[in-house]
């Protein structure tokens, strides 16, 4: 079993729906929790980076993180066609870029 | 644009050859990663560099060694390829050696036949 589960969809969602994204963990040592965007042919951009549990909000983008249930969420709001992208969740205990363990995506489409 | 340049985009050899990708990272880091992203293992950090100097390894095959120069580009060397290693191959730098965030390149897709 894989430390990090992502159901890689592909999710294919309406201009202007709300997207909800989500990841379980295994590794209760995680701290650091992350979700990168990666368009095609391009490399991963980070989006939102959370530390521990609780909520983070950037514009249309809210990430969740539940350390007790080992469950972290993306929440898009208003979702647009330029939203299209696969979504990497990632984390790691020590926050260090180098530790990272990510997710094998979400592949999401926001059709006009 | 990330500001970090990978060459070559794409990369067609046989297998049991050897090839060299390189990494210019952005102006300013001294860090700098390697990640492969294949379909069945996803994004796997594979080593890094800070300052010219082996930071961290991953999960990186005996077949594969990666230096930082002076002027700290990095190159990866992958030998002995094997159809297996068939990839998207991703650098990333960041400032300092702990860094949070990485700003990756567009990758070098390789393709072993």
């Known amino acids: 079993q894989k430390e990090v589960e992502q159901d890689p969809g592909p999710l294919s969602v309406p201009e202007g729906a709300i997207v909800s994204l989500n990841c379980t963990y295994s590794?209760?040592?995680?701290?650091?929790f992350m979700w990168y965007r990666q368009y095609s042919r391009k490399g991963p951009e980070l989006l939102m980076y959370?530390?521990?549990?609780g909520n983070k909000e950037d514009g249309r983008f809210t990430a969740q993180v539940d350390k007790s249930s080992k469950y972290i969420s993306l929440f898009i709001r208003d979702s647009q066609p330029s939203d299209s992208a696969t979504y990497l969740c990632?984390?790691?205990?020590?926050?260090?870029?180098?530790?990272?363990?990510f997710g094998s995506g979400t592949q999401l489409t926001v059709l006009p | 644009d990330s500001g970090v340049t990978q060459t070559p985009k794409h990369l067609i050899t046989a297998t049991g050859q050897r090839v060299t990708l390189r990494c210019s990272p952005r102006?300013?880091?001294?860090?700098v990663y390697w990640y492969q992203q294949s379909l069945d293992q996803g994004l796997q950090f594979l080593i890094q560099?800070?300052?010219?100097?082996?930071?961290a390894k991953g999960n990186i095959l005996e077949r594969f060694s990666a230096q930082q120069f002076p002027d700290l580009h990095s190159e990866l060397n992958l030998s002995s390829l094997e159809l297996g290693d068939s990839a998207l191959y991703f650098c990333?730098?960041?400032?300092?050696?702990?860094?949070?965030?990485?700003?990756f390149g567009q990758g070098t897709r390789l393709t072993v036949v």
């Open positions: 560099y800070y300052n010219g100097e082996e930071r």
């Open positions: 990632a984390m790691s205990a020590s926050g260090s870029a180098r530790q990272l363990t």
């Open positions: 959370t530390y521990s549990s």
């Open positions: 102006s300013g880091d001294l860090s």
């Open positions: 990333a730098s960041s400032a300092g050696p702990g860094d949070t965030e990485a700003f």
């Open positions: 590794n209760s040592a995680f701290q650091y």
